[in-house]
Nanobody, 125 residues
Framework: QVQLVESGGGIVQAGDSRKLSCKVS????????LGWFRQAPGKERDLIAA????????FYADSVKGRFTVSRDNAENVSFLQLTALIHEEQAVYYC??????????????????WGQGTQVTAAS
């Protein structure tokens, strides 16, 4: 059974950096596109970063462009999302996903077949 397990969430202050990880098992990881979504309380789940299987194409939502970086380690079957300059409104559950490999990064939720359980990033009060 394919498993995606995120880690790295926690309590953050405005301006903080955080690196989220997603360990993937039971999948030929290197041939899959990767994506990261987030869902804030009362809001829809939105794609914020994506990476094609080859690494040749990436996507970032405008709100995170220049601050977040998606990457992968094919030897360890891990997807990463580096968060920097976090703002309070980015408190959310962050989900990693995997979908069939394509030449471009996946832009639609329908392109992703496998999902993790999510990791919570909480803004310090």
């Amino acid at each position: 059974q394919v498993q995606l397990v995120e880690s790295g969430g926690g309590i953050v202050q405005a301006g903080d950096s955080r690196k989220l990880s997603c360990k993937v098992s039971k999948l030929t990881f290197k041939y899959y596109n990767l994506g990261w979504f987030r869902q804030a309380p009362g809001k829809e789940r939105d794609l914020i970063a994506a990476l094609a299987w080859s690494g040749s194409d990436t996507f970032y939502a405008d709100s995170v462009k220049g601050r977040f970086t998606v990457s992968r380690d094919n030897a360890e079957n891990v997807s990463f999302l580096q968060l920097t300059a976090l703002i309070h409104e980015e408190q959310a559950v962050y989900y990693c996903t995997a979908g069939d490999g394509r030449s471009r990064a996946g832009l639609n939720v329908a392109e992703y077949s496998y999902w993790g359980q999510g990791t919570q990033v909480t803004a310090a009060s």
